[in-house]
């Protein structure tokens, strides 16, 4: 009885620590975004949320809800998809970021303009590089 209600426990501080850290890179994510926009080196203000996600894109590291990772461009008119997949291969190429969202339970990564619903997405675990071989020689 006693273990059972510490494996409780031990599960409620993992979800309330994964959501916190969830939020924080959400917050920097905005804060990084708003900096650049600001001092000139991004021309359009980019908006990171959480979202629903893609039910197809679940893999072993996702989150039971809530497993994508929204950017919106506040460009005040429609991106082409053009401009919404040069945003999300930005997003791709860096490979710290996409492990980053893996292991924090995204799977699911949204590009949008602030006009229309959706954007393109991306399954987040094909852009992480896990599971590649060893290198034998490095061994």
């Known amino acids: 009885m006693i273990n059972t ?8 501080v993992e979800w309330f620590k ?8 959400v917050y920097n994510f905005n804060y990084m975004a708003r900096e650049a926009f600001i001092q000139g080196t991004a021309q359009t203000l980019l908006k990171a949320s ?20 929204r950017i919106q461009a506040l460009a ?9 997949m040069q945003i999300g291969q930005v997003v791709l190429a860096d490979t710290l970021l996409v492990r980053r969202l893996v292991t924090l339970g995204w799977d699911t990564l949204e590009v949008c303009d602030d006009i229309g619903v959706y954007g393109c997405r991306w399954k987040l675990i094909d852009h992480a590089h ?7 020689n490095n061994m």
């Open 76 to 84: 005040g008119r429609a991106l082409s998809k053009d401009e919404m």
């Open 18 to 25: 994964d959501r916190s850290d969830r939020n924080q890179l």
């Open 130 to 136: 896990i599971g590649l071989i060893l290198n034998q």
């Open 5 to 12: 209600i510490g494996n409780i426990w031990n599960n409620l």
């Open 50 to 69: 959480i979202t629903k996600g893609v039910r197809e894109y679940k893999h072993e590291f996702s989150n039971w809800m809530y497993t994508g990772f």
